[in-house]
């Protein structure tokens, strides 16, 4: 269900054409897929999508880990499955979005590869407020599109070697010692524009999470995310893991 209390159905029949095509280019790539959630809001459609069947072993990222949420150890269970995001702008009007997202079993957190995201901008009510009327002939050929980008997003991102390159990528700081965790998640929540509620809780987090490292602030400010109520508050607290270990490794 969606984490928004009010169920935003405008949200839902704007972006609609746009989720039943890119769900037509999932399934043209072949790929077993499973919807690991969806959240609708007034400002974006998000559709988290993980396979488990394209997975890999992360041992560097996830070995001094404990997920904040159970305690179970990553060094026990190192796997992070491949995945990916869709999302529809500002209901439904702007533009369609995949982003390759990776998921780490022992708690589920996610991490979006926001520097790998495919863009295409549709043909959506904003357009339709100008001086051009879309014929339909031009908008089924968008969404033929929208389809054809997604199943070449998808056979990329799924690729077992996108994935392990995506982790060796991360793994390359994610190891860098976090000596002042306080100081670190103080400066990592003013460049990312964190709220004090939302710093605090990432300090709780890097705390439970026992990893004293960049890659601990980046697990930190994903599970953190799982907990925000607000879908687009998560959405982009997740969005910015990945410059948060950036951050914390060249402290």
């Known amino acids: 269900p969606p984490r928004s209390t009010l169920f ?14 890119a769900l037509d280019g999932v399934r043209q790539s072949g790929v077993p897929v499973q919807v690991d959630g969806c959240d609708l809001t007034e400002r974006r459609m998000y559709v988290r999508v993980v396979c488990e069947q394209v997975r890999v072993l992360a041992p560097v990222l996830l070995h001094g880990y404990r997920s904040p949420f159970t305690g179970a150890a990553g060094a026990d269970n ?12 500002e209901t439904g009007c702007g533009a369609f979005t995949l ?7 022992v708690c589920r957190n996610g991490m979006t590869i926001i ?38 997003a998808v056979g990329t991102f799924l690729n077992p070697s996108y994935v392990q390159n995506a982790v060796r990528e991360l793994e390359k700081d994610a190891g860098h010692p976090v000596t002042d965790p306080q100081e670190t998640v103080r400066v990592v929540s003013q460049r990312l524009r964190f709220t ?3 710093q605090a809780d990432i300090l709780l987090h ?30 982009d607290m997740e969005a910015a893991a990945v410059r948060a270990l950036d951050i914390a490794a060249a402290l």
Do not use: C
């Open 206 to 235: 890097f705390i439970r999470g026992a990893d004293a490292t960049a890659g601990g602030v980046m697990h930190a400010v994903t599970s953190v995310a799982q907990t925000l109520p607000d879908a687009d508050a998560a959405h």
């Open 115 to 152: 520097r790998d995201a495919m863009r295409a901008v549709h043909l959506g009510e904003r357009l339709d407020e100008g001086v051009v009327t879309w014929s339909g002939n031009t908008r089924d050929k968008t969404l033929a599109l929208i389809t054809a980008k997604t199943t070449d």
């Open 99 to 105: 982003v390759p997202r990776l998921v780490v079993q």
């Open 8 to 21: 935003p159905y405008t949200t839902l029949f704007r972006s609609l054409d746009v989720l039943l095509a």
């Open 196 to 198: 004090d509620a939302q």
């Open 78 to 89: 190192p796997v992070v499955f491949s995945g990916f995001m869709l999302t529809n702008s």
